[in-house]
C-alpha cells in the first residue's frame, strides 16, 4: 500500500486533511523533486509526514491506543503517555568578558529606537491631523474665493449692461461720448482687478 518512492509519498500526503503551511511545502517539495533539487531536510520533512499521517500511521495509533487501555488496570480511563522532559537549553558555558556589556548596550540601543519610534509615531499622526486642518482650511478658501468670483463676475455684466456704448440708443451724442469715456476708465480697472485675482 505505501508508494514506492518520495514523490508518490508526497501525492499521498497532499490527499490527507493536513495543515496548509504542510500543503505548500510539500507542494515545493514535489516541484524541487520533479527536478531533482531535494535537499535532506526535504526528504526527512516527507518522511516525518508519511510517518505521521501516511497509511501505516493509523494503525500505529490504534496499537498504542490498546496498549494504554490494556495497561489501565480496569479504570475505564486511558492513561496518558508521559514523555520524557528534555532540556533545550545549552548547557552553561563561560560567559566571555564584553559579551554582557555588549549585550546591556544592545538592549539600550533598542529600548532608545523604540521611544524614538514611538515618538515619530506621534509625530507623524500630529502632522497628519495638522495637514487635514490645512487642508480644510484650504478648501474652504477656494469655496470662498469662487463666490468672489462669481459676485466680481456678475458686478462687471451688469456694469457693462448699464455703461457700455451700445447699451442704450436713445442718448444724446453728449451722453453717449461720456458714457463711452467712463465705461472704458472703469472697464480698464476692471480688467486689471480680474487678472490679479
Given at each position: 500500500?505505501?508508494?514506492?518512492d518520495?514523490v ?7 490527499q490527507?486533511p493536513?495543515l496548509s ?12 523533486a520533479?527536478r531533482?533539487?531535494l535537499?535532506?531536510f526535504?526528504?526527512d ?5 508519511w ?16 496498549t494504554?487501555?490494556?495497561d ?31 549585550l ?6 533598542i529600548?532608545?529606537l523604540?521611544?524614538t519610534?514611538?515618538?515619530a509615531?506621534?509625530?507623524?499622526d500630529?502632522w ?28 462687471k ?14 442718448r444724446?451724442?453728449?451722453e ?5 469715456e467712463?465705461?472704458?476708465?472703469f ?11
Amino acid at each position: 500500500m505505501e508508494p514506492p518512492d518520495l514523490v508518490g509519498k508526497i501525492d499521498h500526503l497532499l490527499q490527507k486533511p493536513l495543515l496548509s503551511a504542510h500543503i505548500r511545502y510539500l507542494n515545493s517539495i514535489r516541484k524541487k523533486a520533479e527536478r531533482e533539487d531535494l535537499i535532506e531536510f526535504d526528504r526527512d520533512y516527507v518522511l516525518y509526514l508519511w510517518d505521521e499521517f501516511g497509511p501505516s500511521a493509523s494503525k500505529k495509533r490504534v496499537e498504542e491506543l490498546n496498549t494504554l487501555r490494556s495497561d489501565n488496570s480496569g479504570t475505564g480511563r486511558v492513561k496518558r503517555e508521559t514523555k520524557p522532559s528534555i532540556n533545550t537549553k545549552a548547557p552553561s558555558a563561560p560567559v566571555p568578558a564584553g559579551v554582557e556589556t555588549e549585550l546591556d548596550k544592545a538592549k539600550q540601543t533598542i529600548a532608545r529606537l523604540r521611544e524614538t519610534g514611538k515618538r515619530a509615531v506621534a509625530q507623524r499622526d500630529h502632522w497628519a491631523a495638522v495637514a487635514k486642518t490645512v487642508e480644510q482650511e484650504l478648501a474652504d478658501l477656494r469655496r470662498q474665493s469662487r463666490k468672489v468670483d462669481i459676485k466680481f463676475e456678475e458686478a462687471k455684466r451688469a456694469f457693462a449692461k448699464l455703461y457700455h456704448p451700445n447699451a442704450s440708443a436713445s442718448r444724446s451724442p453728449l451722453e453717449a461720448m461720456v458714457q463711452t469715456e467712463i465705461f472704458k476708465e472703469f472697464w480698464a480697472e476692471l480688467e486689471r482687478i480680474e487678472s490679479q485675482t
